[in-house]
């Protein structure tokens, strides 16, 4: 068990960078032989105006309607990212036009107001970079300002010289895996044990399951290759698969604690601001009951829309004393930047 002792708000991070990025969400963590990769979702480009709601900026649902159109704001990348060194040195990684660049690109038709490409988690196998991704349909209205639906994931290979990536076995109209399958992008570890591992979470009638396969290194371009957890053992039928987590978001992380001997998942829980943690000896599980790590106070805004506060997630290469100490990003949707938290715990037998 975890026992929360000390939790440091440090603020929003990359605020302060010379691109106009005045907004952006995701904030997954990849280690590279580059240094370590930020990895975003929507960016935000331009200026914003004060007072005024990304997403009523004209005092309705910006919805699926294109966010340049509106006050100062120029562009929006549907995935980009940075490499850290602290959070006031980072580097964003830029086009042959200098401005940043959108890592797994889009086809033609992809274009944001009907479909936009997230960015999820990642790993670098040798020389290659491999970058998961969900690819989801805006819709023109539901109870959110920005509403959609998931249509498929799946994984893009590129490499850190270019920063140049090629969707694997999609062609813009199906990924790797649809709709009604999990969505193995989730968060991608290397077990040390000779398989890579990939989480993925399917909606199913309104509950949110996590799912697990795994891959040799090797293979990991070739889903014939992918064996599912079935609740007993490995099996190559993606029909067969069993989950291993509930009520999951889609952002998630799962790395190896030192600390506390074990593996660590860490999310959101629901929207309103509840971050948890759960652990477990193996990638399967069984998987403990979340333990609270920490509940996010925001002010409440006057939007016609509930709070969402989302995307929380560890950076363990970050962690300090072998992982005693977390650092963990979430995203509020109005202030619309990763906010880092500083959490030290302890291990508890209670």
């Known amino acids: 068990m975890i026992k929360v002792i000390n939790v440091a708000d440090l603020g929003p991070l990359f605020t302060e960078n010379d691109h106009q990025m005045v907004g952006q969400d995701g904030a997954y963590s990849i280690p590279t032989d580059k240094g370590l990769l930020f990895f975003f979702g929507d960016t935000i480009i331009g200026k914003r105006t004060p007072k005024v709601s990304l997403w009523y900026p004209d005092g309705k649902p910006i919805e699926n309607?294109?966010?340049?159109r509106f006050g100062e704001i120029i562009d929006m990348p549907v995935n980009c990212g940075l490499l850290f060194?602290?959070?006031n040195d980072f580097e964003y990684i830029l086009n042959e036009e200098g401005k940043i660049r959108?890592?797994?690109p889009s086809f033609p038709h992809e274009t944001p107001d009907k479909w936009r490409v997230w960015c999820m988690h990642g790993i670098q196998i040798g020389k290659k970079l491999y970058l998961s991704y969900i690819k989801v349909k805006m819709l023109e209205e539901g109870m959110a300002p920005v509403n959609f639906e998931i249509h498929g994931s799946g994984i893009a290979v590129g490499d850190t010289d270019t920063w140049k990536f090629t969707r694997i076995l999609d062609n813009g109209h199906r990924s790797i895996w649809t709709a009604d399958q999990p969505m193995f992008s989730s968060a991608i570890l290397d077990g040390n044990d000779g398989w890579i591992y990939l989480y993925g979470v399917r909606n199913e009638s309104g509950n949110?399951?996590?799912y697990l396969s795994r891959v040799k290194p090797d293979d990991i371009e070739q889903p014939e290759k992918y064996r599912y957890?079935?609740?007993s053992g490995w099996n190559r039928d993606i029909r067969s698969v069993q989950p291993v987590m509930f009520d999951m978001p889609n952002e998630m992380s799962v790395s190896w604690n030192i600390y506390l001997g074990c593996w660590l998942a860490v999310y959101s829980e629901g929207t309103g601001g509840?971050?948890?943690a759960c652990t477990s000896q193996r990638p399967e599980g069984p998987w403990s009951n979340p333990v609270l790590l920490h509940t996010v106070e925001m002010p409440e805004h006057?939007?016609?829309?509930?709070?969402?506060?989302y995307a929380a997630k560890e950076h363990p290469v970050l962690s300090k004393n072998n992982g005693s100490i977390l650092w963990i990003t979430y995203i509020e949707f109005e202030e619309y930047f990763p906010h880092l938290l500083e959490i030290k715990i302890e291990k508890s037998t209670t």
């Not at 006057?302 to 506060?309: A, C, E, S, V």
Request: glycine fraction near 4%.
């Open 65 to 68: 309607r294109p966010m340049e």
């Open 85 to 87: 060194r602290s959070t």
């Open 274 to 276: 509840r971050i948890v």
């Open 302 to 309: 006057d939007l016609p829309y509930p709070r969402l506060i």
């Open 229 to 231: 957890w079935d609740g």
């Open 102 to 104: 959108e890592l797994v």
């Open 208 to 210: 949110q399951k996590c």
